[in-house]
């Protein structure tokens, strides 16, 4: 079994930044790849970023050149780094994380506020 846990998010001004956090525990070995997924209110889950196992990384168009996804491997965790937060940012972001073997794993999610 495998639990992700997110921290990070909060209330920021438009045009702020944040740094989500998902720390992964547990049974964590042959790791495909890890994401961002992210739901506003009344809209359908998204995905934002992937990191494979061999370090590539995808964004959605909507937040190209403006979020990173990155990891510790150390730490167990993959981050997710935005700036130049725009009000259609908010939502509820979740981690992902996926194995060789296809099994899915999903964290709890974290909130991102941005209003002024």
């Known amino acids: 079994q495998v639990q992700l846990v997110e921290s990070g998010g909060g209330l920021v001004q438009p045009g702020g930044s944040l740094r989500l956090s998902c720390v992964a525990s547990g049974s964590i070995f042959n790791v495909n790849y890890m994401g961002w997924y992210r739901q506003a209110p009344g809209k359908e889950r998204e995905w934002v970023a992937t990191l494979t196992h061999s370090g590539s990384t995808l964004y959605a168009d909507s937040v190209k050149d403006r979020f990173t996804i990155s990891r510790d491997n150390a730490k167990n965790t993959v981050y997710l780094q935005m700036n130049s937060l725009k009000p259609a940012d908010a939502a509820v972001y979740y981690c992902?994380?996926?194995?060789?073997?296809?099994?899915?794993?999903w964290g709890q999610g974290t909130q991102v506020t941005v209003s002024s």
């Open positions: 992902k994380l996926v194995t060789m073997t296809q099994l899915l794993y």
